[in-house]
Each structure stands twice: as C-alpha cells, then as structure tokens.
C-alpha cells in the first residue's frame, strides 16, 4: 500500500464530509481529498471558508496516528498547523500560526484548518483535517476582515501542485513526530511559531476588551494569556477574540 492515497474530485459541498464518508483504499500514512470548488466549505466553530473555483488548495486529510491517546490529540492540530505554516512561508518568506491552527502572514490570513477526530476508547483512531490555504485568488468577497493569498504576497501565479506536495511532505514530517511520541518537541515549534509571540496586544473576552501578552498554549489547546496586571486568563476556542 501507498504512503498516501490522494483522490480528487472537481467539486464537493465539503471535502471533509466526503472524506469523512470516504471507505475505500486507505495510505499507511494519510488519505489525501483535493477539491477544485466547495459548495460549503466548513471553518472552526461553524464559520464558512470563502475559495473561488480552481484557485486555491482544498485539501482534507485523513490521519492515522499510531497509539495516540485521546488527551495528546490536539498535537495534531499542532501538526497540520506548522505544516501550512511552513507551506505558506516558502512563498510569502515568513509565517506565523494564530491560535489554534489559522496561519498568517503579518496580519493577514493565509489559511484556516478544522480538525475532526474519532476516538476508539482512550485512543485517535484517524484524524481529518480540513485545510483551505489561498493560493492564487486575487478578491475576496465573502466578508472575511483580513483575507490574502500566496500569490498576492509573492507577486506572481503559485503551481497548486507544487504546494500541495509541499503541504503533504511537511505535514508528514510532523505527523510522523506525532508517531514517534515527540509531543514536547512539537509543541516547542508550534509555540515558537505563534502569531503575537511576544509583546502585549489587545483581546476581548466576555468581559470586555484588555490588553495581555501570549503566556502559552497548554498541552491540551488553551490559550494562556498574561494581562498587563500579571493575571493568567486560560480560553478554550472562541471564548477570546484578538483584535486586529
């Protein structure tokens, strides 16, 4: 069997729906949907993802990690982040990753991920992302606050294969850091990799807005944050809001 199996398809409402429903030939290491077009394309926390036809990566990915236990999995978020991260700094030059797993560049977003797991008992038995990186769209109409291609940062047309391949051979790298239980390792380059590593920015939470530093990010996702009176403030996703 293949080390990735990769299936495309010219259009779909979902590339993780239809791989999610995908129960044919498997990889070793990751099933592998491309999609020129969605029709619905998902983000975190029912948000839509905006991509014009033919001109971006829709890719979802199905993982299968090998003894991973269900308290370790967002370390494939970690993973499929530093993967796109390093995608997108190939061609823009630097990147960064906002917490959980968009990817910027500067204050722009590149890329957003959502990351879908299935447990069998205390273990991952595969994981899918769902990853919308922009390529070469040139205007985004879908209301987002601060979209921005590939191809607008680096001045001319990306080859989507050649970032595709660029994307699976990263994110294999760091899933086989996942397999090999390297989990401090990872987390270390994810943390180094955050967008607003270091200095006091502004939030809001329910409370209202503040300013506060990045502390950390915990092993199992929370963002912490250090307010500019010394108080730690620990958030689960969309419980914060970084104001850009």
């Known amino acids: 069997m293949e080390d990735i199996k990769l299936i495309r398809t010219a259009e779909t409402d ?3 729906r239809l791989l999610r429903e995908y129960a044919g030939e498997e990889g070793r290491l990751m099933t592998v949907l491309t ?3 969605q029709t619905a394309g998902r983000g975190q926390g029912g948000n839509t993802w905006e991509s014009a036809p033919g001109e971006n990566l829709l890719v979802s990915v199905r993982l299968h990690p090998q003894a991973l236990s269900a308290s370790r999995q967002y370390a494939l978020t970690e993973a ?3 993967a796109v991260r390093d995608t997108a700094a190939r061609y823009a030059g630097e990147a960064s990753v906002k917490w959980p797993n968009d990817v910027y560049v500067g204050d722009r977003k590149v890329s957003g991920t959502l990351s879908e797991c299935d ?11 769902g990853i919308g990186l922009n390529v070469n769209q040139q205007e985004f109409t879908g209301g987002a606050p601060n979209p921005v291609s590939l191809a607008q940062l680096a001045g001319r047309r990306i080859d989507r294969e ?3 391949g660029t994307l699976l051979a990263h994110l294999g790298r760091y899933a086989a850091m996942v397999d090999a239980g390297l ?6 380059l994810y943390l180094s990799s955050l967008y ?9 939470d329910a409370g209202g807005r503040f300013r506060a530093e990045t502390a950390t990010v915990e092993h199992g996702g929370r963002l912490v944050l250090r307010r500019d ?6 958030y689960e996703f969309k419980e914060v809001k970084f104001i850009i």
């Open 183 to 188: 989990y401090d390792r990872l987390h270390g």
């Open 196 to 204: 607003r590593r270091r200095g006091f920015f502004m939030y809001e």
């Open 14 to 16: 979902s590339t993780n």
């Open 229 to 234: 009176d010394g108080r730690l403030s620990r």
């Open 80 to 82: 499929g982040a530093l």
């Open 119 to 129: 447990i069998s008992g205390t273990l991952i038995k595969t994981c899918t992302l």
């Open 35 to 37: 999609a020129d077009y």
């Open 162 to 164: 050649e970032a595709l």
